[in-house]
């Protein structure tokens, strides 16, 4: 069973805002799945539909099997859910804070308890755990909601945006504890977010979104592989213009020292190094540049506002 | 009830002994009510010279209220009429402060979503919220209710030598009127809580309900209404009526996309 499944999803908001638009996903167990858009994309939306706080205008979805609209409190039982607006009570502590929501969560109080303080130890909050919640900085406020999200063992874990808000070095340490919990503990991650850079760091498959309509989905090789036939190979090295293969290898010279070679399969590269060292030359660094989520994510969207705008032309 | 659902009523019981302006607004108005007013009326009888007019006035009540002394009479009238009528101010104003704290309160400090998101349905979101508010209202009226007996007997004690007999009605008002305007107060505190951006916002939604008490409390000075147990008896079940019904209607207009608007 996939963890997982969004079928044909479509929300309209009764304002009129068509924020989801006929959007199909799925996500088997155990991936962390970046789904991936800037600042109005319909993430928050889709999170919403999925843990059942709005109800779909048409199409369906389902978490571990369950229908988050039709049986909210069930597919709750099996979800974390982490987002912007998720806040926990300022007057307790952040054990009472865990305790509370344990016990929310059915959990005996001993289990509860035991749950709440290997999560704080996990999550660096030992030392701030009998602290009131108010006096807690953005990141720890974090952390804790992502400890609070974990404290039943739900199968899928939602994250809303988790790392917005944060200086990048709490935003690390968040991504990184995101990370470790996910790998450990077998969870199914969906993790939203614009921030393109923290998702590559942890996630093991992405979708990429916009305005409402999914652009592509899959893991980072498979999408390289359909938006970029060629990958570039940086290599400095001294002595290579006079090899006689040197045209064989198509290398175009950047700088004095610094060559660049476009390829297309990585086993190219050990017969292009073998042909420059036979010719006599000292290679002094190879690197492989290979488009990161970010160059992927914008050769998306150039390639929609193309079409978009071939379309156009088209019609004129 | 289940153990998520108590725990939310325990945790809406914290919230409000830890919140020190909430827990100081829950007191004031029980204190005001339950020991200065009855003092202040216990002590004007005392010290009133017998007037004529006043004597007219007792001569049209019924034998039963009647006693031994003039001011014995008067301050059985205001023990058995007057008191009840100011008594019932607390269930409506504990009830409308709590009920305002335990749904706007927590859409105000965001943490409505993370409670819709236990599993839990709304029913018994909702079941418990106003379980919580209804029972700390029932509690704070009768600890003012214990408070202001002692006060008052105390006072006749001392001033008149002699205790002051509460009447049946007092059953009627604890029993019945008293939790079932409890119970209307918070169903009106919740309805408008989809709207109100604010505790204080919502809190006025159960303010017009003091009006017909504040009537209430004139008529039984001006001996016009001087109502009797099985009147009484019919307020409070007409009173429980409308709560049950606005109890409801009130769980209907429920939605997730209403409360997180
Ligand atoms: N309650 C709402 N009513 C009307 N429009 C909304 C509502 N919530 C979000 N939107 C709109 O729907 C679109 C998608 O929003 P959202 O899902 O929050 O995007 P994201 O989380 O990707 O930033 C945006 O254009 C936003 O303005
Ligand atoms: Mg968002």
Redesign the pocket.
């Known amino acids: 069973m996939e963890a997982v499944m969004i079928h044909s999803l479509s929300k309209t908001?009764?304002?009129g805002?068509q924020?989801l638009k006929d959007l199909s996903l799925s996500i088997g167990g155990g991936e962390v799945f970046g789904f991936l858009?800037?600042?109005?994309?319909?993430?928050?939306?889709?999170v919403k539909l999925l843990t059942g706080v709005l109800t779909p205008t048409a199409g369906s979805c389902s978490v571990m099997g369950i229908d988050p609209a039709r049986q909210p409190e069930k597919a709750h039982l099996v979800s974390g859910i982490v987002t912007e607006h998720a806040q926990m009570y300022d007057n307790l502590t952040g054990m009472e804070n865990l305790l509370f929501y344990a016990a929310a969560f059915g959990l005996p109080r001993q289990e509860g308890k035991a749950r709440a303080e290997s999560l704080l130890r996990e999550l660096d909050l030992t030392d701030a755990k009998d602290r009131r919640l108010a006096s807690y900085s953005t990141g720890m406020r974090q952390r804790l909601s992502l400890a609070r999200a974990l404290i039943h063992r739900p199968d899928v874990l939602f994250l809303?945006e988790p790392t917005s808000g944060l200086d990048p070095e709490s935003a690390q340490n968040v991504n990184q504890m995101i990370h470790g919990l996910a790998r450990r503990e077998g969870i199914t991650v969906f993790l939203?977010t614009?921030q393109l850079r923290y998702a590559q760091e942890i996630c093991t498959r992405y979708g990429l979104?916009e305005q409402?309509s999914l652009l592509a989905a899959g893991t980072l090789e498979e999408l390289r592989g359909r938006l970029f036939a060629a990958k570039t190979l940086r290599i400095r090295a001294a002595n290579v213009l006079g090899n006689p293969n040197l045209t064989e290898c198509k290398l175009k010279r950047r700088r004095d020292d610094e060559f660049e070679a476009e390829i297309r399969e990585n086993e190219e590269i050990p017969a292009l190094i073998r042909t420059l060292v036979e010719g006599g030359g000292d290679i002094y660094s190879v690197s492989l540049e290979e488009p990161s989520l970010e160059d992927i994510y914008f050769a998306l969207t150039d390639k929609r506002n193309d079409s978009r705008d071939n379309r156009k032309g088209e019609a004129r | 009830m289940n153990t998520a659902m108590s725990a939310i009523i325990r945790k809406d019981f914290r919230g409000v002994s830890a919140n020190r302006r909430l827990f100081s607004s829950l007191l004031i108005l029980p204190l005001l009510l339950v020991v200065v007013m009855p003092s202040i009326f216990i002590v004007m009888i005392h010290l009133m010279p017998d007037d004529p007019d006043t004597a007219k006035l007792l001569a049209i009540m019924p034998a039963s209220a009647r006693l031994s002394s003039m001011e014995l009479t008067l301050s059985g009238m205001v023990v058995n009429y007057v008191l009840p009528a100011f008594f019932l101010m607390i269930p409506i104003s504990t009830a409308s402060i709590m009920a305002a704290s335990a749904f706007v309160g927590e859409k105000e400090r965001h943490t409505l979503e993370t409670l819709l998101y236990c599993p839990l349905t709304l029913a018994q979101i909702f079941r418990a919220k106003v379980m919580a508010s209804f029972l700390l209202s029932m509690l704070v009226s009768l600890i003012s209710l214990a408070a202001m007996f002692a006060v008052v007997e105390t006072e006749a004690v001392f001033l008149m030598g002699t205790l002051l007999v509460p009447s049946i009605s007092w059953a009627v008002v604890i029993l019945l009127v008293s939790p079932a305007i409890s119970l209307i107060a918070i169903t009106l505190i919740v309805r408008g809580s989809a709207k109100a951006q604010s505790v204080e916002e919502s809190q006025q939604s159960a303010v017009f309900l003091i009006v017909p008490l504040i009537l209430l409390i004139v008529g039984q000075f001006s001996g016009i209404l001087l109502l009797n147990v099985w009147l009484l008896l019919g307020l409070g079940l007409a009173c429980a009526a409308v709560a049950a019904l606005l109890l409801k209607t009130a769980m209907g207009k429920f939605s997730y996309e209403r409360l997180l608007?």
Not at chain 1, 37 to 46: F, L, V
């Open positions: 908001y009764p304002s805002k924020a858009g800037p600042n109005g994309a319909g993430k928050t939306t889709t809303d939203c614009h979104i409402g | 608007q």
